[in-house]
Structures are given as C-alpha cells and as structure tokens.
C-alpha cells in the first residue's frame, strides 16, 4: 500500500496552514484548560500517594462489567452524585468517550437530537452513530432550537426530543441560555443534555457549574469533565439512575473499555473534596479575567471576555499561526485554533486564563499580543 494519499493530503494541509504537530510544553500556560491550577495541586497528589500506600492498584484489569470494576469507581460515583445532586453517576475514561457513549446510546430510532451547531466535536461523533435523527440549531439561539423541534412534530415526529448544549463553549467563551432552554425542554417533554466541560468546577456554589439547580432534575443529564478545572482526568454522566443503568447495559464505549485507573477515581474524589472550598481560587480567576479585560481586550477593541476562555479572532490561518508562534518565541504558551475545530475564516488564537499564570503575566500577555498580531 502506498503511502502517497497520507504524504500529498498532509502537503496540503501545510501549504494552507493547517498542518498540526505535537509541540512540547513551554512558556506561561495560556493554552490549558487546568483554571483552577488543580493539576499539580498536593492535597491531590497526596489523596492519591495515600491510595497507593493502602495497595489500590494502579491498573483495573478489566472492564468495568468484568473485573474491573474497583471500590474506588463506585465510590466516587457515589461522591459525585452527591456532589452534583443528581440521582446517578457513571466514570468514563475521558470527556469525548462520555459524550460519544451519550449520544451514540441514549437517543433512540425515532427519536430527534437538536444540538447546538457549535456543540463539541465529540457529540458529533456520538449522535454520528445514532439512530435518532439530528438537526443543528444555530448558535445560542433558543428560537431555532424550538423552530426545529416544532418541525419536527409537523412532519410526523413522534419520539423524544434531546436537546444538547454545552454550557460555556469552549472556543468562543460564551454561555448558553440555561433557564431559557429548561422552559423548552420542559415544553416539548425533552431530555436536556448539558455538557459543563469548561464550567465543572469555575461555575456554581462549590464549583457545581452552570447547571446547578438543573442537574437533578428528571429530564436533565450532566457531563462534567475531570481533566480541566478538576485538573485530573476522566468524565462523569450525571442523571436519572434509569439512564445510567441503561448506558451500563448498552453503551459500547463504556462495555468495552479498560476500566480507568482506580487511582485516577482517586484522584476525581479528591478533586472534588478540593472545589468544594475552593471559592478563593474562583474569586482569583475572576481577577485575571478582570486583568484581561485591560490589558488584552480593551486595547484591541475586543468585547470584555464572559468567561476565562478570550478568543482572539484573526481570520486567516497562517497569520494566527504566525502570530501564536511569535507569542511562543517571547515565552508564552498561546496556541493557535484553526478549521475545522472553528468555522472557516475564523481560526484564532484562544487565550485560556489559568491560575498556572499571574497578574503580571497577564499585563505581559497583552504587550506581546498587540506587537505579534501587527
């Protein structure tokens, strides 16, 4: 088999810019998604150095239905629930498995997913593999989800509705209109399906996220991903313990995986334990955000930032490339997004605000960008 095809479509990507590569860590963290500082955090590492002491091993063995299945996954499902306020909770590996199995799983054949258009990469992978039909509403725009929905029924529709969103999103900063979306969910007899990857842990009373107050409510599931402000790793589905048991005995991704590490749900209940009281690393990243809002965005005519994620739209992609690589050469972790994570003529650079990063380092930011995007 030659390898030709492989070699001239990646020629082609680098002649339009959008070759990628692995680049090392280096610089100030503008680029991560740890908000909190969480991911070296010692009263973590040591909950987990604890675990090891007491002989909790370090690999599962198996799936979770075979024997894989530890005492310290299902207590932190059990943590979690509690947690969140939610009837159930299931460990997954990683944010996009969870979102896959979801999507993939829960919507039945006859059924209709209304997702918002720029809804993560990893619910389209899902609802690709669904039986139900999918509509893409436009962006935050509740209007369309019900234009879409009330369709639908005129057309013969006659299943469940499953209404997906993310609660901040994660390449442009903004939230979704939460109260707005509850009323049309609870209209239509919907399943409201909130993915808080970017608002578990920065969001809420004690880190609970945007969806607090929704997330146990009988009609609303909750993916809260652990490998951002959490600062570890893995994913919880937060919901009815009926859509729980049902993803336990259909979902594909979850059957047939590896169980993750027991350390790791470890490490997810200490973490928890960790934003709970965590309001002070909150209050100090509402200040950089504050910062941001100075240096960065009022002197390039940019809106104040909504949240801790500040894009930078360029446009073309060489030059947000060209500009990311000029702010990486002055010391600072910037990366540039590029199609198809964003929509064509949109790449940019996504300034993520990190407690990994000071005020200085803030102020230090925005004289390097303004001279890098000149």
């Not at 992978?125 to 509403?137: E, N, Q, V, W």
Request: aromatic share 6%; net charge neutral; proline share 5%.
């Amino acid at each position: 088999m030659t390898s030709e095809p492989f070699r001239s479509q990646l020629a082609a990507l680098e002649q339009r810019g959008r070759l990628r590569s692995l680049v090392s860590r280096a610089g100030r963290d503008f680029s991560s998604n740890d908000y909190l500082g969480l991911a070296g955090d010692p009263i973590i590492g040591q909950a987990v150095a604890d675990a090891v002491g007491r002989g909790v091993p370090v690999g599962s063995g198996g799936s979770r239905l075979l024997r894989g299945n530890a005492p310290e996954h299902e207590g932190l499902e059990a943590k979690a629930a509690s947690f969140f306020r939610t009837p159930a909770a299931l460990f997954m590996a990683n944010g996009f498995v969870a979102n896959l199995a979801l999507y993939a799983t829960l919507p039945q054949r006859g059924d209709l997913i209304v997702v918002d258009e720029l809804i993560h990469a990893s619910a389209h992978d899902g609802f690709a593999r669904s039986k139900a039909t999918t509509l893409m509403a436009r962006h935050n725009d509740v209007q369309s989800f019900a234009d879409l929905i009330g369709g639908w029924r005129s057309e013969g529709g006659k299943g469940r509705v499953w209404i997906g969103v993310e609660t901040l999103y994660s390449m442009d900063g903004d939230f979704a209109p939460l109260s707005d979306l509850a009323v049309l969910a609870a209209r239509h007899d919907a399943m409201l399906v909130l993915d808080e990857a970017h608002g578990t842990g920065v969001y809420g009373p004690a880190g609970r996220g945007l969806s607090a107050g929704l997330d146990g409510m009988h009609n609303v599931i909750t993916l809260h991903t652990c490998g951002k402000a959490l600062g570890v790793e893995g994913a919880l589905i937060c919901g009815p313990g009926v859509h729980i048991d049902y993803l336990v005995n259909r979902a594909r991704a979850f059957i047939f995986s590896t169980a993750p590490s027991p350390l790791m749900a470890v490490a997810v209940a200490a973490a928890l334990d960790r934003v709970e009281s965590a309001d002070d690393l909150r209050a100090r990243l509402t200040v950089l955000r504050q910062d941001a809002a100075e240096a960065i965005c009022a002197p390039l005519k940019l809106p104040s930032p909504r949240s801790q994620i500040v894009p930078v739209i360029l446009g073309e992609d060489k030059r947000t490339m060209a500009a990311a690589k000029a702010l990486q050469e002055a010391g600072f972790d910037v990366r540039g997004i590029r199609p198809p994570t964003v929509p064509a003529g949109t790449s940019r650079l996504r300034l993520s605000l990190t407690l990994n990063v000071g005020r200085a380092d803030v102020a230090a930011l925005g004289e390097a960008l303004r001279a890098a995007i000149r």
